[in-house]
């Protein structure tokens, strides 16, 4: 069994930051790609960045220069540090891990999301 835990969203206003983390706990033999999506209101979910697990990354181009990912292997913990935060950066983030459990298999895990409300 594999839980992700996220945390970190909430209201913020234009030009604030947040930093949201994602924390994979079980039966965790390694993890290969971590990514953060996003989904907002009435909008397909969409790729925001993604890291692999040898530390390249990937940005969309609409964050590319405001938001950094990163991960730590060792708690199992992958971050997204957003700033400049804009109005339509508002949705729900979730997290995706592309995790090799102990028994040998890969599967990928969702976080349960948290919201990001960017408003004045």
């Known amino acids: 069994q594999v839980q992700l835990v996220e945390s970190g969203g909430g209201l913020v206003q234009p030009g604030g930051s947040l930093r949201l983390s994602c924390t994979a706990s079980?039966?965790?033999?390694?993890?290969?790609?971590m990514g953060w999506y996003r989904q907002a209101p009435g909008k397909q979910r969409e790729l925001v960045a993604a890291?692999?697990?040898?530390?390249?990354?990937n940005y969309a181009d609409s964050v590319k220069g405001r938001f950094t990912i990163s991960r730590d292997n060792a708690q199992n913990t992958v971050y997204l540090q957003m700033n400049s935060l804009k109005p339509e950066d508002t949705g729900v983030y979730y997290c995706?891990?592309?995790?090799?459990?102990?028994?040998?298999?890969?599967?990928?895990?969702w976080g349960q999301g948290t919201q990001v409300t960017v408003s004045s």
């Open positions: 995706k891990l592309n995790i090799q459990t102990t028994r040998g298999f890969e599967y990928q895990y």
């Open positions: 079980g039966t965790i033999f390694s993890i290969n790609v």
């Open positions: 890291i692999t697990a040898g530390g390249s990354t």
